[in-house]
């Protein structure tokens, strides 16, 4: 009996010990993970049709400066987080924009959409709402704001706002050129719109000339006779991509090398070049976010050092020297305004708490610091920081031409 109780305790010992083993093998096996949690950001975007060229044009870079910045990413109550930028072709139109917002926010679990640019406001925003599906986008042209049933809606850029900026900019380059205003009929109605220019160029002393065209237009002879019969010497237009190259190029077959301005930043320059011939595309002016040539505006030292790693390491990918700069006061904007909403808030999921802090707060961004208010407006618009600095083409580069940043918006 004696013996049988030794080997039993022997044995319960060795059992023991092999548990004790075992149990110290899960813990080394399972240590706490320290790897940055992904967030998934959604962007639909034109990647084909006629507006592809702005769409593609801001792929590389952004995936480019989203590896910079994931390199350290942001902490979160203790957790380190990082963001996966996923894009869909939104074939800048109502119908792209339902379907590539579906699949962002169903099929990849966007709990994010930032970077929008195009016209597919209304269709992503029906989407996004009803989730909680925080959505970063746009002021201006196609954008019908409800903030009753848009809450989760954040205008991070303030595209209207900056082309009124940019026009004024270029009137303080050419004082005293009567300039061509060139607008498609959309959301807006033209008293909206002659509102806007009576605020904001009749202070500004400005002589101009107004046009609108309805969408669809494929001939601006029309408007390119007036402007030259109304004695307008540039032409500033609030239109896309593929309109702006049929305007440059039909003006210059019309013999009349004017400069002419575009809503937005210049897509690549070659791309430029091709679609509207080399010398047709001399005096094309547009947006330009490069934040290291800006004169009035600060950016914080770190982002402008980011922005410009990004474009040597695409200079060197592509054998030469890359000059495309309007993806800087886009997406990298939009997510630095995220994510110190996020690191503010305390969350990353809470997207209540999340807008009640974007709702009137202060952001450090790659295009300036933006402060967000404005409810009667739009709800959380930009109106401080944004540069609104424009470039214009001379020979094969788009140089830093003027600048003149957004104070305020009512």
């Known amino acids: 009996m004696k013996k049988r109780y030794e080997i039993l305790t022997v044995l319960l010992g060795a059992l023991t010990v092999i548990g004790l083993s075992v149990t110290g093998c899960g813990q080394e096996a399972a240590p706490v993970s320290t790897a940055p949690i992904t967030i998934k950001v959604g962007l639909p975007t034109p ?36 963001f996966e930028l996923i894009m869909v072709d939104d074939h800048n139109s ?3 924009g339902e379907a590539a917002a579906r699949q962002l926010v169903y099929d990849e679990g966007c709990r994010f959409i930032a970077g929008h640019w195009s016209w597919s406001y209304d269709a ?33 850029s303030p595209s209207k706002e900056a082309w009124v900026a940019d026009v004024l900019a270029a009137h303080e380059k050419f004082p005293g050129v009567k300039i061509g205003l060139l607008e498609p009929t959309s959301g807006l109605t033209s008293s909206d719109i ?3 220019n009576e605020r904001s160029f009749d202070p500004a002393g400005m002589d101009y000339q107004w046009e609108a065209f309805p969408g669809g237009t494929t001939d601006f002879t029309p408007y390119i006779t007036s402007f030259a019969e109304g004695g307008c010497g540039l032409v500033y237009s609030d239109m896309g991509f593929s309109d702006t190259v049929r305007f440059v190029t039909q003006r210059w077959q019309a013999g009349y090398h004017w400069p002419v301005g575009q809503a937005g ?34 950016v914080n030292p770190e982002y402008v050092a980011m922005c410009r790693e990004v474009m040597e390491i695409l200079s060197e990918r592509h054998g030469q020297e890359y000059t495309y700069t309007d993806w800087i006061g886009w997406l990298p904007s939009h997510l630095l305004l995220l994510s110190q909403a996020m690191q503010q808030a305390g969350t990353v999921d809470d997207a209540d708490a999340i807008m009640e802090v974007i709702r009137g707060g ?17 709800g959380s618009p930009v109106v401080f920081g944004c540069p609104c600095a424009i470039c214009i083409i001379d020979g094969d580069q788009a140089v830093y031409f003027s600048e003149h940043p957004v104070t305020s918006v009512p």
């Open 124 to 156: 992503v925003s029906a989407i996004t709402n009803p989730g909680k599906v925080i959505f970063v986008t746009r002021t201006g042209g196609g954008i019908n704001y409800d903030a009753e049933t848009q809450p989760y809606n954040v205008f991070g």
């Open 194 to 196: 002659a509102a806007i």
């Open 362 to 378: 202060t952001f450090d961004t790659t295009a300036g610091t933006f402060k967000m208010s404005g409810e009667e407006t739009y």
């Open 94 to 96: 109502p119908e792209g």
């Open 265 to 298: 930043g210049l897509a690549d320059i070659d791309i430029c070049i091709e679609a509207c011939g080399y010398e047709a595309a001399q005096g094309l002016i547009g947006s330009y976010f490069g934040n290291w040539d800006f004169k009035e505006t600060a």
């Open 47 to 82: 990647l084909s049709d006629p507006d592809a060229p702005w769409g593609q044009s801001n792929v590389e870079p952004y995936q480019a400066w989203i590896e910079l910045f994931n390199e350290d990413g942001f902490e979160v109550n203790g957790k380190t987080y990082n």
